[in-house]
């Protein structure tokens, strides 16, 4: 069974910054984040492909999010920079190993973390 096991989050002031980690215990082709604000659907903010390194980002996080990984460690990052309250949400780490190309496409990803809560207050 492959585990994800999220850190970080927490409570920020906008304008201010976190930093996001999720180990798997094995290797994932594809790892990335997810959002989800009360009341919403869980949407994409993230992904990286392992092998090659390319990255997806959302349009709102552009800029300000950076998506990173560590191949030893099968460990990705989120470093989150100039938040906004919008992006207050449960963030999710997901890994797929049946895709090889980032994806925003959350049917895509089968291995999924805990979750740990943004807060982003104004």
């Known amino acids: 069974q492959v585990h994800l096991v999220e850190s970080g989050g927490g409570l920020v002031q906008a304008g201010g910054s976190l930093s996001l980690s999720c180990a798997a215990s094995?290797?994932?082709?594809?790892m990335g984040w997810f959002r989800q604000a009360p009341g919403k659907a869980r949407e994409s903010v993230a992904s990286i492909s392992w092998s090659g390194g390319s990255t997806y980002l959302r349009d709102s996080v552009k800029g300000r999010f950076t998506i990173s990984r560590d191949i030893a460690k099968n460990t990705v990052y989120l470093q989150m920079n100039s938040l906004k309250p919008e992006d207050t949400g449960v963030y999710y780490c997901?890994?797929?190993?049946?895709?090889?190309?980032?994806?925003?496409?959350?049917?895509?990803?089968?291995?999924w973390g805990q979750g740990t809560q943004v807060t982003v207050s104004s």
């Open positions: 997901a890994g797929s190993r049946a895709v090889t190309q980032a994806t925003s496409f959350l049917a895509r990803y089968e291995y």
């Open positions: 094995g290797r994932m082709n594809v």
